[in-house]
């Protein structure tokens, strides 16, 4: 089950700890190094190499789709680094994977809702996972 009020807080803490709400500066200021490949289908992926956090991300991505895919990513990074999971990334993870719900879920929180609803098609998200995520929020508003 995702532990959306982990999500909540891990989100605000990040948000003051950096005093700024745009990922590509978070990323810069926890030492994540950023690079822009080809990556054909896949949006990007996180991976640790020489103790070294790398996020990469798809070249053909606009500004706004590598702010999402950022946030997405840093998720991953600092939720999902144990060792099991610090080589895999987004093209690994089943696409309805707790860890993929989890880093979509603090991508949305991170942006806005309605960030994320312009620019989740150019990241794959479809709108019946957008639909996914809201009914975890609702949920978590509800109780």
Same mark, same amino acid.
Do not use: W
């Given at each position: ?10 989100v ?20 994540f190094?950023l ?15 020489l103790r070294?956090?790398?996020i990469?991300?798809?070249q ?10 950022t ?6 990074? &600092? *939720?999902?680094?144990?060792q %099991? ?7 690994f993870?089943?696409? !309805?994977? +707790?860890? =993929?719900?989890?880093?979509d ?8 809702k309605?960030?994320y &609803? *312009?620019n989740?098609?150019? %990241?794959g ?9 809201? !009914?975890? +929020?609702? =949920?978590?508003?509800?109780?």
């Open positions: 089950m995702v532990n959306f009020i982990k999500i909540k807080k891990l605000k803490k990040l948000k003051k700890k950096y005093n700024t709400d745009n990922p590509l500066k978070i990323a810069e200021k926890m030492n190094i690079k822009y490949e080809d990556l054909g289908d896949v949006v990007g992926y996180y991976k640790i190499c070294k956090t790398y990469v991300l798809n053909k991505l606009s500004y706004e789709g590598i702010l999402l895919a946030a997405h990513e840093i998720c991953h990074a &600092i *939720e999902h680094k144990s %099991v999971t610090r080589f895999m990334s987004s093209y993870f089943p696409k !309805n994977s +707790i860890y =993929e719900l989890e880093a879920l603090f991508a949305l929180e991170f942006l806005g309605d960030f &609803i *312009e989740i098609e150019e %990241v998200i479809a709108q019946k996972r957008f639909q996914e995520l809201e !009914n975890i +929020i609702n =949920e978590f508003y509800e109780e």
